[in-house]
């Protein structure tokens, strides 16, 4: 998969890519993760066609360790992964990013938790950056569930220049119903430099997600995994079941436009959960993807 540079999410919040982030329409402050029992089987492998372009590993609790990357350039090796840190707890506090084959230090990402919020700090190692937790990172406002938003809005001004920028998630009943962005952006000399907005409905079946247990106990790994371009047309829901279609309408100036994407599953006869999935846009078809399990411990 395509994954886009995580410092860009420090200066465009979401922009126009398919999030689907786990999140609630609750409005319980509660920032830590609900430990609940392992399925009896956690994602292993995520293929596009021949190629793997999703990996994960685990912990001896069950908690995702590491989640490797491909760079989809068919080469059918990864590029990068994640190994993520977690509290006694259990919750998670950030992760590590190694470049495979590189002798660079990685960059390292730690969450600070509040009452009901969490911010995101990315410090590249190489560079020599100081960990200093007092400058500015992303936010997000976090329930039981996960994210349920992406900064503020509140429309900020500075040197001329007026802001607002946010996502929101709507989850009801473990799925997600809502994702919807809101950006502009105009300069002190009056020029618009980013006016839209983009929303995402979803309908989902009623089969269990194999996903969902490792995003339910990591938001953190599920934003990471699922920020990301999705052009090959792999859409990871992070609720209780899978999607079967998604409504997409996005708006700028030069007016509103929509579009379904309709997903065509199967479903694996030992776990339950999906074996492959291929999404319709219009007349674009995607390529097959293809999901392995391996038992939880």
């Not at 190994?83 to 495979?100: H, K, M, N, P, V």
């Not at 309908?203 to 969902?212: E, F, Q, R, V």
């Not at 790994?221 to 992070?238: F, H, K, P, V």
Request: glycine share 8%; proline share 2%.
């Amino acid at each position: 998969m395509n994954v886009k540079s995580l410092q860009w999410y420090k200066t465009a919040i979401a922009a126009i890519i398919t999030l689907s982030t786990a999140a609630s329409c609750s409005k319980s402050d509660n920032s830590s993760p609900v430990a609940t029992p392992a399925p009896a089987y956690l994602p292993s492998v995520i293929y596009e066609n021949e190629t793997a372009i999703d990996s994960f590993t685990y912990n001896s609790n069950n908690s995702v360790d590491k989640i490797y990357l491909s760079d989809n350039s068919g080469s059918n090796s990864y590029y990068m992964y994640f190994q993520f840190s977690y509290d006694a707890s259990g919750l998670c506090t950030g992760a590590r990013e190694y470049t495979i084959g590189s002798s660079k230090l990685p960059v390292l990402d730690t969450l600070v938790y509040s009452t009901g919020k969490v911010t995101w700090y990315t410090f590249y190692l190489s560079r020599n950056e100081t960990i200093d937790l007092s400058g500015e990172g992303l936010e997000w406002t976090l329930t039981t569930d996960g994210i349920v938003q992406e900064g503020s809005k509140d429309t900020t001004r500075l040197d001329g220049e007026k802001r607002l920028q946010y996502a929101t998630w709507t989850f009801s009943a473990g799925n997600l119903l809502t994702y919807a962005y809101t950006g502009y952006v105009a300069y002190s000399n009056g020029s618009i430099i980013e006016n839209q907005s983009l929303k995402h409905t979803y309908t989902c079946d009623a089969k269990d997600n194999g996903l969902y247990w490792l995003f339910k106990n990591n938001p953190f790994a599920g934003y990471l995994l699922t920020g990301r371009d999705y052009s090959e047309g792999l859409y990871l829901s992070q609720g209780k079941n899978n999607f079967t279609k998604i409504l997409r309408e996005y708006t700028s100036t030069d007016g509103t436009t929509s579009a379904t994407f309709n997903f065509t599953n199967t479903y694996d006869s030992e776990s339950g959960f999906v074996k492959t999935q291929q999404t319709v846009i219009g007349d674009y078809t995607s390529p097959m993807h293809t999901f392995y399990y391996v038992k939880s411990k």
